[in-house]
């Protein structure tokens, strides 16, 4: 009775706060978003009820997006085989050498497992088992050593095969592979910055083992030769989608036939029943991604047949000064990773900034980078920082002691992103 009294724009704004209540009580993002997809089909008269279940069956049909539930089974099998102890050997022999070499070893595996895994959150829950405890015995504070971890797992969203590059292009019909191309500098240009601002502070605070200068080849050579199936699987994602061999859906597929291969002919997966965890895992990941891409399409859909996606764009457009319109481009995607996930975050923010990007020359590969660099910072942001909860998590330290430790890990990713920014607005 009392919805009949209401206008569309009234039940909308009702439902609106409604769902910001939900969200910020802990309700799942897509349950929320859904909640208020469902209102505004019923309400509007735009859409019949029946364009939820079209637009679910349209977003989940494209194959590029079958890539997805293969690359988490990758980082699953990688897992399950055990091999990450011989990745970390492998890294602490290639750049441990330096002061704080434990710390540093932690960022290049986070480089490494995030291109095996395409995920931030599996690479900061990998590299925080395996390393955490090694930092924190070797006089790392306890803080500072999670913050290091979860900044090295911000690589996972950036160096390619990244899963959220793969949902941006799939969304937005843009190629996997320029993605993955674009994503090889600017993950680079973070993996230094987050290697020289721990070589830094290791050296200050004294953190760490100090081992001799200097890369023993032979030594290199053997923990290669060990770590051959995480590094045979970077090889056949990357080598294979760059050399043009494979789509990103098949070296995904070819990646699992290896790591099946290799793992069970060693003998590192021994039984079934550590290729079902691994499968069982992926399939609840994926149950976790795919209700929030569909449902952020749902939202995004929506937003634009209201006429809020041209506002925003106008809004930011009319500030016609381009050092302007970039600031407000960069301000509004740093906001909206603080608090929301990164894949609605992707598919709800990036098609309202999209015109404005284009108003600066950003195309859609330079400007798919720009966001997810900026989303990716939100990952050890708060107040949502996905990482942060995470290594929190494992560390069991208080969630707010790790995101101060992070701090100087955060300033140097913002300005590795603004200075991007800046490159792809002048040159």
Not at 30 to 47: I, N
Not at 195 to 214: D, F, M, P, R, V
Not at 373 to 390: A, E, K, R
């Given at each position: 009775?009392?919805?009949?009294?209401?206008?569309?724009?009234?039940?909308?704004?009702?439902?609106?706060?409604?769902?910001?209540?939900?969200?910020?009580?802990?309700?799942?993002?897509?349950?929320?978003?859904?909640?208020?997809?469902?209102?505004?089909?019923?309400?509007?008269?735009?859409?019949?009820?029946?364009?939820?279940?079209?637009?679910?069956?349209?977003?989940?049909?494209?194959?590029?997006?079958?890539?997805?539930?293969?690359?988490?089974?990758?980082?699953?099998?990688?897992?399950?085989?055990?091999?990450?102890?011989?990745?970390?050997?492998?890294?602490?022999?290639?750049?441990?050498?330096?002061?704080?070499?434990?710390?540093?070893?932690?960022?290049?595996?986070?480089?490494?497992?995030?291109?095996?895994?395409?995920?931030?959150?599996?690479?900061?829950?990998?590299?925080?088992?395996?390393?955490?405890?090694?930092?924190?015995?070797?006089?790392?504070?306890?803080?500072?050593?999670?913050?290091?971890?979860?900044?090295?797992?911000?690589?996972?969203?950036?160096?390619?095969?990244?899963?959220l590059l793969i949902i941006y292009g799939v969304?937005?019909?843009?190629?996997?592979?320029?993605?993955?191309?674009?994503?090889?500098?600017?993950?680079?240009?973070?993996?230094?910055?987050?290697?020289?601002?721990?070589?830094?502070?290791?050296?200050?605070?004294?953190?760490?083992?100090?081992?001799?200068?200097?890369?023993?080849?032979?030594?290199?050579?053997?923990?290669?030769?060990?770590?051959?199936?995480?590094?045979?699987?970077?090889?056949?994602?990357?080598?294979?989608?760059?050399?043009?061999?494979?789509?990103?859906?098949?070296?995904?597929?070819?990646?699992?036939?290896?790591?099946?291969?290799?793992?069970?002919?060693?003998?590192?997966?021994s039984s079934w029943g550590q290729i079902m965890?691994?499968?069982?895992?992926?399939?609840?990941?994926?149950?976790?991604?795919?209700?929030?891409?569909?449902?952020?399409?749902?939202?995004?859909?929506?937003?634009?047949?209201?006429?809020?996606?041209?506002?925003?764009?106008?809004?930011?457009?009319?500030?016609?000064?381009?050092?302007?319109?970039?600031?407000?481009?960069?301000?509004?995607?740093?906001?909206?990773?603080?608090?929301?996930?990164?894949?609605?975050?992707?598919?709800?923010?990036?098609?309202?900034?999209?015109?404005?990007?284009?108003?600066?020359?950003?195309?859609?590969?330079?400007?798919?980078?720009?966001?997810?660099?900026?989303?990716?910072?939100?990952?050890?942001?708060?107040?949502y920082g996905l990482n942060l909860y995470i290594?929190?998590?494992?560390?069991?330290?208080?969630?707010?002691?790790?995101?101060?430790?992070?701090?100087?890990?955060?300033?140097?990713?913002?300005?590795?992103?603004?200075?991007?920014?800046?490159?792809?607005?002048?040159?």
């Amino acid at each position: 009775m009392i919805l009949q009294l209401l206008s569309t724009g009234e039940i909308l704004l009702l439902a609106t706060v409604l769902c910001v209540i939900l969200f910020f009580i802990g309700i799942p993002i897509y349950l929320v978003f859904g909640a208020w997809g469902l209102v505004y089909h019923a309400t509007s008269g735009s859409f019949p009820i029946s364009n939820i279940a079209l637009e679910h069956y349209d977003v989940l049909q494209t194959f590029p997006f079958t890539a997805i539930p293969l690359f988490i089974l990758v980082g699953d099998l990688i897992y399950e085989s055990g091999i990450a102890a011989e990745v970390v050997d492998f890294t602490k022999e290639t750049i441990g050498w330096w002061p704080g070499s434990t710390g540093n070893t932690a960022i290049g595996t986070a480089a490494i497992f995030s291109a095996i895994t395409g995920s931030n959150a599996a690479t900061t829950a990998s590299v925080g088992n395996a390393l955490y405890p090694q930092m924190e015995e070797e006089g790392y504070k306890d803080t500072y050593a999670a913050g290091t971890i979860a900044a090295g797992g911000v690589l996972g969203a950036i160096i390619p095969p990244s899963i959220l590059l793969i949902i941006y292009g799939v969304a937005f019909g843009v190629s996997i592979v320029e993605l993955f191309k674009a994503g090889i500098a600017p993950g680079i240009a973070m993996l230094v910055v987050l290697i020289g601002i721990n070589t830094y502070y290791s050296k200050k605070e004294s953190y760490g083992s100090q081992t001799a200068l200097g890369i023993d080849p032979g030594k290199v050579t053997k923990a290669a030769w060990n770590a051959k199936i995480g590094i045979g699987t970077i090889a056949i994602l990357l080598g294979g989608i760059f050399a043009g061999i494979f789509t990103p859906t098949e070296s995904a597929a070819v990646a699992v036939i290896y790591i099946l291969a290799l793992a069970v002919g060693t003998g590192r997966i021994s039984s079934w029943g550590q290729i079902m965890r691994a499968s069982f895992s992926s399939l609840l990941l994926l149950g976790v991604i795919i209700p929030m891409v569909v449902t952020s399409v749902l939202i995004q859909q929506s937003m634009s047949n209201m006429g809020l996606q041209t506002v925003i764009a106008n809004a930011v457009i009319g500030l016609e000064n381009q050092l302007l319109i970039l600031v407000a481009i960069l301000a509004v995607i740093w906001i909206a990773g603080t608090v929301m996930d990164a894949t609605p975050n992707l598919l709800l923010t990036a098609p309202m900034l999209a015109p404005a990007a284009a108003e600066i020359g950003w195309g859609p590969v330079v400007w798919g980078m720009i966001f997810m660099m900026g989303d990716s910072v939100g990952f050890i942001t708060p107040p949502y920082g996905l990482n942060l909860y995470i290594i929190s998590g494992i560390a069991e330290l208080d969630y707010i002691r790790v995101a101060r430790a992070v701090v100087p890990y955060l300033l140097g990713l913002v300005a590795i992103w603004i200075g991007y920014a800046l490159i792809h607005l002048y040159i």
